[in-house]
Each structure stands twice: as structure tokens, then as C-alpha cells.
């Protein structure tokens, strides 16, 4: 670990300090926590990660049909094979 110094305003250090004592965490230790959030949401994801990320978003959605009725509904639009 290395040790850095940053400037906090009054409130933020009133915040840390009492967020620190409910917690019954350190400072320091709310600070890195806070970093690691921090970065791990503004770190560049691939394709992959997208897509996992994605999964489910629309599952509790009431407006979209079901797989079965898109599926009726492209083969009835389909042109028949002959």
C-alpha cells in the first residue's frame, strides 16, 4: 500500500468522520472502499462483460411478448418455403 494525501472540505470530512464512527469502520478503510467503487464502475468493459452485465434487464418487463408468440408471429409473416 502506498500513502497519499488528499484535501476534503469541511463537510466531507464531517461526513467521513461520521460515517467512519456508525460504521465502526476506519477512514482510510472507507476511503479505498469508496476508490475501488469508484474505478471498478469507470473501468473500460469488453463486449463479454456488456453482455453479462445486460442479462435479465428487460426479465420483469409486463409490455414485451413472450418467445412463443414472437415466434408464431415471424412465422406467420414468413413467405411460405416452397
Not at 474505478?39 to 463479454?48: A, I, S
Not at 414485451?64 to 413467405?79: C, F, G, K, M, V
Amino acid at each position: 500500500m502506498q500513502r497519499t494525501q488528499i484535501y476534503l472540505s469541511d463537510s466531507e470530512k464531517q461526513g467521513l468522520q461520521a460515517l467512519a464512527m456508525s460504521s465502526g469502520l476506519s477512514q482510510s478503510a472507507l476511503i479505498r472502499e469508496a476508490i475501488d467503487s469508484f474505478l471498478e464502475r469507470h473501468q473500460p468493459v469488453g463486449r463479454l462483460a456488456r453482455l453479462r452485465q445486460a442479462r435479465g434487464l428487460w426479465a420483469a418487463s409486463e409490455d414485451l411478448p413472450s418467445w412463443p408468440d414472437l415466434r408464431s408471429e415471424l412465422n406467420s409473416e414468413a413467405p411460405a418455403v416452397p
